[in-house]
């Protein structure tokens, strides 16, 4: 049991690293050993489970069956082991987890001594990303993710909800004049590319209802701050949480377009893996973010 235990949580970090490379190094064995591994459990089951080539790892269907089937097994296993060696309530451990910058140094890290004032014995690893694939190649705990979620395997909590507003230099707004929604359809867009329809969206008047625009996308970035400095810059108009250009719409840097109609409020959700038992040290996390971060 302990031989085909070792062989499965290689073969699941294989896979979630897409490397035998990086696989061996987070399980700190060699790399042909790794091999090994994936090769021995393929021997047992009678199956491929990998097909391998000089580029990249993919599975096979029965590979496919297999590691969706010991995944969630081999977390509540690793749970298990740290619940006992720490002890039941014992918040201790690394815990690795990230979130986009922008939002990070803003609400993330003024809060994060005080998480760690409370849970001495917790190891902070705190990278800055949005992407949820980040969750499982990068061993992560816990993602904060801004925007409204699409289902995923996931489970995830909300945190707060968050304005966002359609902006502007006056520079650009004196070559590129907006002063309906439709007018949004021709102007030059510097849009988000973490988002699926990054220039298509619905705008809503309290009495003349809702229209949908779609602006061509001249420009991208998966940056907040990027983005905010390209608007700036006179590029185009851009859609931008309230919290990132309060400073610039104050000073006169930007203008809120058509400010007579609102954007959809968009959610800061806490994402984690689907597993039946949460590490004691994610849970702690959550609990304190929603009690300082929740509304």
């Known amino acids: 049991m302990h031989t085909h235990l070792n062989r499965v949580q290689t073969f699941l970090a294989v896979v979630d690293f897409g490397s035998y490379t990086k696989a061996a190094n987070y399980l700190c064995i060699s790399k042909a050993m790794a091999s090994l ?3 021995a459990l393929e021997e047992v089951l009678s199956a491929t ?5 000089t580029r990249n790892i993919s599975l096979t269907e029965i590979g496919q069956d297999f590691y969706n089937e010991f995944k969630g097994i081999v977390a509540d296993i690793d749970n298990a082991f740290e619940n006992v060696l720490h002890g039941h309530n014992r918040i201790s451990g690394k815990l690795r987890f990230s979130s986009t910058s922008e939002y990070g140094e803003r609400y993330i890290l003024p809060i994060i001594s005080k998480f760690t004032e409370r849970y001495p014995e917790i190891r902070l690893c705190y990278n800055f ?3 949820l694939n980040d969750l499982v190649a990068e061993k ?3 993602v904060i993710r801004l925007g409204n979620l699409a289902d995923s395997a996931f489970k995830s909590r909300k945190l707060a909800d968050y304005d966002i507003v359609l902006v502007a230099s006056p520079d650009f707004l004196a070559r590129h004049p907006v002063v309906e929604p439709l007018d949004l359809n021709s102007v030059p867009w510097i849009a988000n590319s973490n988002l699926q329809g990054p220039t298509n969206w619905t705008l809503s008047h309290p009495q003349l209802g809702q229209v949908e625009v779609n602006g061509p996308n001249h420009f991208e970035s998966n940056s907040s701050t990027a983005i905010r400095a390209m608007t700036l810059s006179s590029l185009g108009v ?3 949480p309230g919290w990132v250009v309060e400073d610039d719409l104050a000073n006169g840097r930007l203008m809120r377009l058509l400010p007579e109609y609102a954007l959809p409020s968009q959610s800061v959700n806490v994402v ?3 597993s039946s038992h949460l590490p004691h040290k994610s849970r702690a996390f959550i609990d304190f973010l929603l009690l ?3 509304q």
């Open 37 to 39: 591994h994936v090769k």
């Open 49 to 53: 489970l990998l097909i391998r080539n």
């Open 129 to 131: 990303n949005s992407s």
């Open 140 to 142: 992560l705990d816990l």
């Open 238 to 240: 851009s859609v931008l």
């Open 272 to 274: 984690f893996p689907n």
């Open 292 to 294: 300082h971060l929740g």
